[in-house]
């Protein structure tokens, strides 16, 4: 089983829908969680940081699940500058610390 | 944020050759630099962790003597893929962490290199 696992998609949505992403990680001992983005040939870009609470940035919000080792991204009215790689990465301390990467959601939003 | 800088941002080589590259820190410092490999509509696989003054630790499966991996001071990490083949033609991206930043995990991607080894 892979430590972090999501769905490939593609999830294709029409512009101004609301689309969710999960993901599951596998080591109980995670402490930190994000989403990035990644463009087309871009390097990863911080999304949003998940806290225990939940949080809500703008039109994203990210949800933690720690019982079910389980993170959620919420997108409401999406815009065309949405469509990107969306990576959930998990932070393990346990040992030496290092991020572990999904596969990644593919979004594509269309007009 | 913190600004990561890489160079050169894509290389094309012969088989056979090295190549060098560097990851450098530029408005904080560095301990810890990640190195990371990512094939086409692939994830990011974590290669190895660089931390200055010391060896870096690498994940399984990398060889460490065919990547290189140097951290000599707190804003410089450089990867050196020696004796490249086309199978490590890939996108490397190396990112740090600002311990500056009282208690954040996050790190700070520079913006990769592509190599194509011919």
């Known amino acids: 089983r892979k430590e972090v696992e999501q769905d490939p998609g593609p999830f294709n949505v029409p512009e101004g829908a609301t689309v969710a992403f999960n993901c599951t990680y596998s080591n109980s001992a995670s402490q930190s969680f994000f989403w990035y983005r990644q463009d087309c040939r871009k390097e990863p870009k911080l999304l949003m940081s998940?806290?225990?609470s939940g949080n809500e940035d703008g039109r994203f919000t990210a949800q933690l699940n720690r019982a079910s080792q389980y993170i959620s991204l919420l997108i409401r009215d999406s815009k065309l500058s949405d469509s990107a790689t969306y990576l959930c990465v998990v932070n393990t301390t346990s040992g030496t610390y290092k991020y572990i990467f999904g596969t990644g959601t593919r979004l594509k939003v269309l007009a | 944020g913190a600004v990561v800088s890489q160079h050169p941002s894509r290389v094309i080589c012969k088989s056979g050759t090295s190549v060098k590259i560097e990851c450098r820190s530029l408005d904080f410092q560095a301990t810890t630099m990640f190195w990371y490999r990512q094939f086409p509509k692939k994830s990011l696989m974590l290669m190895a962790t660089s931390n200055e003054g010391s060896k870096a630790t690498y994940e399984q499966g990398v060889e460490k003597d065919k990547f290189l991996i140097n951290h000599a001071s707190l804003t410089l990490s450089t990867l050196t893929v020696t004796s490249a083949h086309p199978e490590d033609s890939s996108f490397y991206i190396c990112?740090?962490?600002?311990?500056?930043?009282?208690?954040?995990?996050?790190?700070?991607f520079g913006p990769g290199t592509r190599l194509t080894v011919l």
């Open positions: 998940v806290y225990s």
């Open positions: 990112s740090a962490r600002d311990l500056g930043t009282s208690g954040s995990d996050e790190q700070f």
